[in-house]
T-cell receptor, first 113, second 115 residues
Framework: KNQVEQSPQSLIILEGKNCTLQ??????????LRWYKQDTGRGPVSLTI?????NTKSNGRYTATLDADTKQSSLHITASQLSDSASYIC????????????FGKGTTLSVSS | EAQVTQNPRYLITVTGKKLTVTCSQN?????MSWYRQDPGLGLRQIYY???????DKGDVPEGYKVSRKEKRNFPLILESPSPNQTSLYFC??????????????FGPGTRLTVT
């Protein structure tokens, strides 16, 4: 069964610290992997999209890595800010059209001052 | 500005009273989709549309209907809402289906409460 598992479920860090969120998936065959940021009560916003041939991709202070062999991805946030407090969702696309996006349940990050 | 809009943003209704949530995108996207988001369950796909007049069921289609008569609009219809359809709903669109690397844009969400 195609699944996307994220860890930890929630995380609290101090402002200025770094953190890493994990995503493991069993989707096969695999097309691409996405990380989204979702502020409370708002729609998800794309951070990165990586195909199977890409190992790392950055978007400002966000860096995503992908290991297609072990089916693992991580999202590293550098020098966290209060505005980073949100849910981070890992989404994997298979190759079947239509219902191709498999969503993880997200990691809730709280950045405190 | 490229965007996906949804209306209404908030809705409280009673069981059995038909309602429609509208979704519109201005990016000429072929693919549109509806999701619901519930605590602890994440985002689940309700229905999707690959193009005009082409729609198909997602993971949780029971109790919902959709139509795609125009490329820009993809309304979600609840013929007889029930309390278990209380949820946060998102419409999304992308140039093509998720198998490509095209970004999917989400609307701002519609919070529906059915009493």
């Amino acid at each position: 069964k195609n699944q996307v598992e994220q860890s930890p479920q929630s995380l609290i860090i101090l402002e200025g610290k770094n953190c890493t969120l994990q995503c493991n998936y069993t989707v096969s065959p695999f097309s691409n992997l996405r990380w989204y940021k979702q502020d409370t009560g708002r729609g998800p916003v794309s951070l990165t999209i990586m195909t199977f041939s890409e190992n790392t991709k950055s978007n400002g202070r966000y860096t995503a890595t992908l290991d297609a062999d072990t089916k693992q991805s991580s999202l590293h946030i550098t020098a966290s800010q209060l505005s980073d407090s949100a849910s981070y969702i890992c989404v994997v696309a298979g190759v079947q059209a239509g219902t191709a996006l498999i969503f993880g349940k997200g990691t809730t990050l709280s950045v405190s001052s | 500005e490229a965007q996906v809009t949804q209306n209404p943003r908030y809705l409280i209704t009673v069981t059995g009273k038909k309602l429609t949530v509208t979704c519109s995108q201005n990016m000429n996207h072929e693919y549109m989709s509806w999701y619901r988001q519930d605590p602890g369950l994440g985002l689940r796909q309700i229905y999707y549309s690959m193009n005009v007049e082409v729609t198909d069921k997602g993971d949780v289609p029971e109790g919902y209907k959709v139509s795609r008569k125009e490329k820009r609009n993809f309304p979600l219809i609840l013929e007889s809402p029930s309390p278990n359809q209380t949820s946060l709903y998102f419409c999304a669109s992308s140039f093509t289906a998720g198998v490509s690397s095209y970004e999917q844009y989400f609307g701002p969400g519609t919070r529906l409460t059915v009493t």
